[in-house]
């Protein structure tokens, strides 16, 4: 029976005692008897807590669906209001996962959409920065070289302290184009590019222990690129936030597919640490590879940020072929050590 039936029933089953009360030979004194009140309140009392039993009952679905609203994270999918309770609020409560879908499909799009053009700018500038600025310092160390050979001794010192400041700027901005566009992970693949990541921040004093198996499964350059920037922004993350001076970078085969795994000795998220837009873009690039993302505590203090990447059937490299929106056409493709595996068709 519907909410609205069921409150009409209760109601006119409360008017209907009433006027029998009415027509019939019962009758109110004036002033009323104390037994004539103790009806009159034992009725009134049955009928409130048949009103209140109703209304506990058909909305309580309804307060589920509050809280599950209250709760929505677009960037942590797949959770659903339960769909229960008197018809119209089942159907509404249909509507709004419905409706849910809708914006995590739409969302997950734009999402795709946005971080490929950022990838393309990425590109963009650190080809300017390379082709520009990088052959514009170039040309003035050159220049500065020529004047140190012929300026006179006491300028020569100074001209020294230029050339150095020049060749440290050509340095930071092949470094910068090189972190903005890794060539490496086109030339020589995800392994090396992963490792000259941990070399680089080891570099710039936090000591990084990598570790990358070699026998991964093969994966699409979609989620090679999001691996790279999720392990990217995590050591960055670390670097910049953690106070940590150890990092550990994995990148190992797991049941059903890969897990990312970057550690660090730091000092923590926090209980009441709010997420800001370094780990919303991890979550937001997890989402376009059907990725699992969770960032907790590690086994010594420190923060652990892992990244599960499903393959086979159950994945987005399954026979299914479905996936995110930047690998959809994924298929399980069984190499020699039938391993399951990850590589497009055609990429979008």
Not at 169 to 191: F, N, S, T, Y
Not at 301 to 320: E, L, S
């Amino acid at each position: 029976m519907s909410l609205f039936w069921r409150i009409f029933s209760l109601n006119s089953a409360g008017l209907v005692v009433a006027t029998a009360l009415l027509l019939g030979p019962v009758t109110v004194s004036t002033p009323v008897l104390p037994g004539e009140a103790l009806v009159l309140l034992a009725g009134l009392a049955v009928l409130l807590a048949g009103n209140a039993i109703v209304l506990r009952i058909g909305l309580a679905p309804l307060q589920r669906l509050g809280r599950a609203m209250a709760a929505v994270d677009l960037l942590r999918p797949g959770a659903r209001a339960m769909v229960a309770g008197p018809a119209e609020a089942a159907e509404l409560i249909t509507t709004y996962n419905t409706m849910l879908d809708r914006l995590e499909t739409e969302r997950a799009t734009s999402a795709a959409r946005a971080l490929s053009a950022q990838e393309r700018e990425r590109h963009r500038v650190a080809r300017e920065l390379h082709d520009e600025v990088g052959q514009t310092l170039t040309a003035v160390l050159l220049q500065l070289k020529r004047v140190a050979d012929r300026a006179p001794e006491e300028l020569r010192e100074e001209v020294g302290h230029a050339q150095e400041a020049t060749r440290a700027g050509l340095d930071e901005i092949r470094r910068i184009a090189l972190r903005l566009r890794p060539g490496v992970l086109e030339e020589l693949g995800l392994a090396s590019a992963l490792r000259s990541l941990a070399g680089e921040f080891t570099a710039h004093g936090l000591t990084v222990r990598h570790e990358v198996r070699g026998e991964l499964p093969p994966l699409t350059e979609e989620t090679e690129l999001v691996i790279y920037r999720v392990a990217q922004e995590g050591l960055t993350n670390t670097a910049r936030h953690s106070g940590a001076d150890r990092a550990e970078l994995r990148l190992t085969p797991v049941p059903g597919g890969v897990e990312l795994l970057v550690r660090d000795n730091g000092r923590g998220l926090g209980g009441t640490a709010a997420e800001g837009a370094g780990i919303g873009g991890m979550r937001e690039r997890a989402l376009l590879i059907g990725a699992e993302l969770s960032l907790g505590p590690g086994p010594q203090h420190g923060t652990d940020v892992r990244m599960r990447i499903p393959c086979g059937p159950d994945g987005p490299g399954g026979p299914d072929g479905r996936g995110g929106p930047m690998n959809a056409g994924t298929r399980a493709v069984g190499g020699p050590t039938d391993m399951p595996t990850c590589v497009t068709e055609a990429g979008t």
